[in-house]
């Protein structure tokens, strides 16, 4: 489990780009306040899930409005086809930890592991 | 009563005459650039009513000058106004007129993604080009204010006084901000639209709503309303002039019946008053004992003009659902006529025999001050 931020860091609402990470992760922070954290990268091309639009449990990619769940990381309609991996959320003392997928990730063509 | 200049561009031409605009500047390509230039993109611009915009995402696309404007409202409400070209490769970002965006504006070429405050959100590869910052990259903005219930725009890095140039055409008309105020205007609701696109340069347009000289000849109904018109003399001739209801007209309205609600701002001497304001370069509102007309020009081109004319009504009267036909048709004769009049002067603009311009009689002397302040802008 890694440390990844303060809870401070994110808006209520809104999403987070952590590149600390390889590949990068998103972590959401709802408006009831659960945190969870996803492959930042969408899986149809390069672009943060971070800047998407956050409704109820899902994310919204902001370039072609495929949805994401937050719980599982599956995807909803086309044009993204492919989920984006889950990573499991643990909150203390107002610091936010993760623990890593072990999955492979589903990252788009062009993206490679590593490219921040 | 207005002076009128002897000297400036509107030269005397005898004891009663004025000399009008040259032909070319109705329909020279270069004029008109130099028009937009400097007049519509770098003064205030009434662009839409306030109510265009009901919430955020909600937008209106217009033509200010040469440039395609985007108006919108941010998540929290507030107006925004962009120039309506993408910062990547130029395509417009919005091509409808109007509409209600979803989550952002999205370019629809390369999809560069912006939020309702301008800022670039997302683009395809966006996150491996750290150094194209969203602030710098986001929509170019332009100044907004909203003013008697309408979204004004202003294209100038530094925006114009507003005072000096718009209010001060309220009070060179009415002789006080206070004769305005009495209508609330920002209070009324449009009960009605109608866009009429003309085929006339804006000056003739705007010369045309500045004088009465032809009231009696186009406008039976309007004459029959306001006998007093048929003297050729505007209400815009004066100052804080109402041009009294005829004797039996009980409204403002194409046969002379009952209006609607008075608005309730008013004292009686202005309760069977018609008033018209002429705010340049590009609207002109009427003032009437129950309603208000207020139209927005729209210059397309050198021989094209939009005008959406939009008549306001107590938010009540407008609720209720009540029979606003007789009022709006009186006004919307009164546009038809005019604009006709108007695209009947435009091909003749481009003609030898009106090269040197025409003649302004005494009842239209003060549309020299209007050539003048358009010489004194342009040349
Ligand atoms: S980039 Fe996410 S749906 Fe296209
Ligand atoms: S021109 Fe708008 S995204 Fe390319
Ligand atoms: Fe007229």
């Known amino acids: 489990m890694i440390r990844i931020c303060s809870t401070d860091d994110v808006v209520p609402g809104e999403g987070l780009r952590i590149t600390s990470t390889v590949p990068p992760i998103a972590v959401f922070r709802t408006e009831d306040d659960e945190f969870f954290a996803l492959d930042d990268t969408c899986t149809h091309q390069d672009a943060s899930l971070a800047d998407g639009w956050l409704e109820g449990c899902r994310v919204e990619c902001p370039l072609h409005a495929s949805t994401f769940d937050l719980r599982t990381g599956a995807v909803d309609e086309p044009p993204a086809r492919l989920p984006v991996r889950a990573h499991e959320v643990e909150v203390r003392d107002g610091e936010v930890f993760v623990t890593l997928s072990t999955a492979v990730p589903h990252l788009p063509p062009g993206v490679t592991l590593g490219a921040s | 009563m207005t002076a009128a200049p002897d000297a400036g561009v509107s030269a005397r031409v005898s004891e009663s005459l004025l000399r009008t605009l040259g032909g070319a500047d109705y329909v020279d390509p270069a004029v008109f650039a130099a028009e937009c230039e400097r007049i519509f993109e770098a003064g205030w611009f009434c662009a839409v009513h306030a109510s265009d915009l009901p919430e955020p995402g909600s937008f209106r696309t217009v033509q200010v000058g040469r440039e395609s404007i985007l108006l919108t409202r941010s998540r929290r409400g507030e107006l925004r106004g962009f120039f309506n070209v993408c910062r990547h490769r130029g395509a417009q970002i919005c091509t409808e007129p109007s509409g209600q965006a979803r989550r952002s504006f999205q370019c629809p070429y390369h999809a560069w993604t912006y939020d309702f405050d301008g800022r670039l959100v997302a683009a395809p590869n966006l996150t491996s080009m750290p150094d ?247 040349r």
Not at chain 2, 246 to 268: M, N
Request: aromatic share 10%; glycine share 6%.
């Open chain 2, 132 to 378: 194209v910052g969203r602030e710098e990259y986001g929509l170019r903005r332009v100044h907004v204010r909203e003013w008697l219930g309408y979204v004004w725009v202003c294209l100038a890095e530094e925006p114009a006084s507003f005072e000096t140039t718009v209010e001060q055409e309220i009070l060179d008309r009415l002789g006080a901000m206070s004769n305005l105020e009495a209508y609330d205007v920002a209070s009324l609701q449009v009960g009605r639209r109608i866009t009429y696109d003309v085929a006339a340069n804006w000056k003739l347009i705007v010369e045309n709503f500045m004088e009465c000289y032809h009231c009696a000849t186009i406008h039976p109904e309007l004459t029959e309303v306001l006998p007093e018109f048929a003297d050729g003399l505007a209400a815009q001739f004066f100052v804080n002039h109402g041009a009294s209801f005829g004797e039996g007209i009980e409204g403002f309205t194409v046969d002379g019946r009952v209006g609607l609600e008075r608005l309730p701002g008013l004292t009686s001497d202005r309760d069977r008053k018609y008033y018209a304001i002429t705010i340049k370069p590009q609207v002109f509102v009427n003032l009437v004992p129950d309603h208000v007309i207020f139209h927005r020009m729209f210059p397309m081109g050198p021989d094209r003009t939009v005008v959406e004319c939009d008549w306001l009504y107590l938010p009540e009267v407008v609720a209720s659902g009540a029979d606003l036909s007789a009022s709006v048709e009186l006004f919307d004769r009164v546009n038809r006529q005019d604009f006709e009049a108007c695209e009947r002067c435009q091909p003749a603009m481009s003609s030898r025999a009106y090269a040197d311009g025409g003649v302004l009689v005494p009842s239209e002397h003060h549309i020299a001050l209007f050539h003048d302040w358009v010489a004194s802008h342009v």
